[in-house]
């Protein structure tokens, strides 16, 4: 099967093995069809390759990435000034309409060679809509759709993939996109954070946040619950990651609260750090299914986060798996009670610990997600 992905912040990925997890969740995704034996070519919108590189996906198998800008030549002109007048919105300045030119001449051109039979894209925003609407690309189109917001122009694709029930339920309803073309495909945890088994005799100590720091992610309601509470303040706080609302965390330490911040690390040190810890909070104002969440729990470790994702899990395996908490409408304190209640609770048992984790493990593997992809690409090539 000829699979060409696009894929939003490929090189950014490359480069820091902790980026975001809609980056993380494609590229493992590449990697798996890969080592299934499928031709996968990527094209890394948005990002201006300048020429095609291979990627060694895994040890000994490489894909080609695209160039996400390509040169127009004379042959273009046949249809390149009718494609950049369908872009919704019109580029603002000349540098704009060189740029999306660029773009779109190397969008063609890779269904143009590599002819592929699905194209699936993992980006519900701009810039992939945009250009592929002014093409008029049509059919064999599928989208994994990653955000918490609807997106762009859902109704182009064939089939849209969603990461949880809840945020098909709500995407849906909002765009009117038919219930019947959508599928839920969990993302997996990468083997990294289930090759050890959570020990009884290992002594676990701290809370740890791990993601974008922002507000959108909640750590000011984390870091006011640290403030209001006496009790959270004997747990020391691991932060893990990087963002624009960092000055929040420079003022914590500068209060003396027990905040350490770890920056990004690589997979491998973010479970070696979730295998240790009594607890991950990640209180989020909005999340589309946090893989973060699951890499938690395939460690053994309990959350306190984005509520419809905890129930939803909680059914899926059918037991606890920590405490639901929504940033949108509850508050520090409430956040501060949640996390006692799991640190209190049966939850943090070592024996609960195991049985979490070894659930989390078999739900969320790699193989059921390639497998239920790979039956999605059949159904829209067959259709």
Not at 230 to 242: F, K, M, S, W
């Amino acid at each position: 099967m000829r699979i060409l992905q696009v894929h939003p912040l490929m090189k950014s990925e490359a480069l820091s093995p902790s980026a975001g997890g809609m980056a993380r969740a494609s590229l493992q995704l590449t990697r798996l069809l890969v080592e299934r034996g499928h031709d996968v070519q990527v094209l890394p919108i948005p990002e201006g390759v300048g020429s095609r590189e291979l990627w060694e996906v895994t040890p000994g198998r490489s894909v080609e990435v695209a160039a996400a800008m390509h040169i127009p030549g004379w042959k273009d002109s046949a249809w390149l000034p009718q494609a950049l007048v369908r872009l919704k919105p019109l580029p603002a300045g000349i540098k704009n309409y060189f740029y999306d030119a660029l773009a779109l001449t190397a969008l063609r051109r890779e269904i143009l060679f590599f002819r592929p039979d699905i194209i699936h894209n993992h980006l519900a925003r701009r810039p992939f809509p945009r250009l592929a609407r002014a093409l008029g690309r049509g059919g064999k189109v599928l989208l994994t759709h990653h955000h918490g917001e609807m997106g762009e122009d859902l109704g182009a694709y064939d089939r849209i993939v969603f990461p949880s029930r809840a945020s098909r339920a709500m995407i849906a309803a909002e765009s009117r996109y038919p219930l019947e073309r959508t599928r839920v495909i969990y993302n997996p945890v990468a083997p990294v954070f289930g090759q050890h088994r959570p020990e009884r005799r290992n002594p676990r100590e701290g809370i740890v946040f791990v993601g974008a720091v922002r507000k959108r992610k909640g750590i000011d309601l984390l870091l006011d619950a640290y403030r209001s509470d006496r009790r959270l303040r004997r747990e020391p706080l691991y932060i893990l990651g990087a963002g624009e609302d960092m000055a929040l965390v420079d003022q914590a330490v500068k209060e003396g609260l027990p905040v350490h911040y770890l920056g990004k690390l690589n997979p491998q040190e973010v479970a070696a750090r979730l295998r240790s810890a009594k607890l991950v909070a990640i209180p989020s104002r909005l999340e589309g299914f946090s893989i973060a969440i699951l890499e938690a729990i395939c460690c053994g470790a309990p959350v306190v986060a984005w509520a419809p994702q905890v129930r939803e899990v909680e059914s899926l395996l059918g037991f606890p798996i920590g405490a639901p908490f929504d940033g949108r409408t509850q508050t520090a304190q409430e956040l501060a009670a949640g996390i006692r209640g799991v640190l209190d609770g049966d939850l943090a048992s070592s024996t609960n610990r195991r049985r979490m984790a070894e659930a989390a493990r078999e739900a969320f593997n790699e193989e059921h997600c390639v497998d239920d992809y790979l039956d999605l690409y059949r159904e829209v090539i067959g259709a």
